[in-house]
C-alpha cells in the first residue's frame, strides 16, 4: 500500500487549504488513519485521527478549525484546514495502520505566512 497526498501551498494567515490522501491497491485493509504535522526544527506530531468507524480525535491547537474525513470507497483521507496560522507551517503526512504496521506517505508542504 502507497499513500500519497496532494493539497499543500502557500497561504495567508486565515486561509484555507484541503490536503487529500488516496492509498494505492491495498487500501481496503487500513484501520486507523490520520495526518501529522512536522514543523521545522522539531519533531512530527499527530494532529488528527480518524478510525474506521468514524471517531475522531484531534489535536487540542487544531480543535475547531481543522475537519479529518475519510471516504473508505475510494480509500481516501481528507484535512480540510480553516483559520490557518503561520504556526499551523510544516511538513503533513498521512499514515495509515494495517494491522500493527503504520504506513506513512512522503508529505505535503503547507506554509502560511503573508
Known amino acids: 500500500v502507497q499513500l500519497v497526498e496532494s493539497g499543500g501551498g502557500l497561504v495567508q494567515p486565515g486561509g484555507s487549504l484541503r490536503l487529500s490522501c488516496v492509498a494505492s491497491?491495498?487500501?481496503?485493509?487500513?484501520?486507523?488513519m490520520g495526518w501529522s504535522r512536522q514543523a521545522p526544527g522539531k519533531e512530527r506530531d499527530l494532529v488528527a485521527s480518524?478510525?474506521?468507524?468514524?471517531?475522531?480525535e484531534y489535536k487540542d491547537s487544531v480543535k475547531g478549525r481543522f475537519t479529518i474525513s475519510r471516504d473508505n470507497a475510494k480509500m481516501s483521507l481528507y484535512l480540510q484546514m480553516n483559520s490557518l496560522k503561520p504556526d499551523d507551517t510544516g511538513v503533513y503526512y498521512c499514515?495509515?495502520?494495517?494491522?500493527?504496521?503504520?504506513?506513512w506517505g512522503k508529505g505535503t508542504q503547507v506554509t502560511v505566512s503573508s
Open positions: 499514515a495509515a495502520g494495517i494491522g500493527n504496521d503504520v504506513l
Open positions: 491497491k491495498g487500501g481496503a485493509n487500513i484501520d486507523d
Open positions: 480518524i478510525n474506521r468507524d468514524g471517531t475522531i
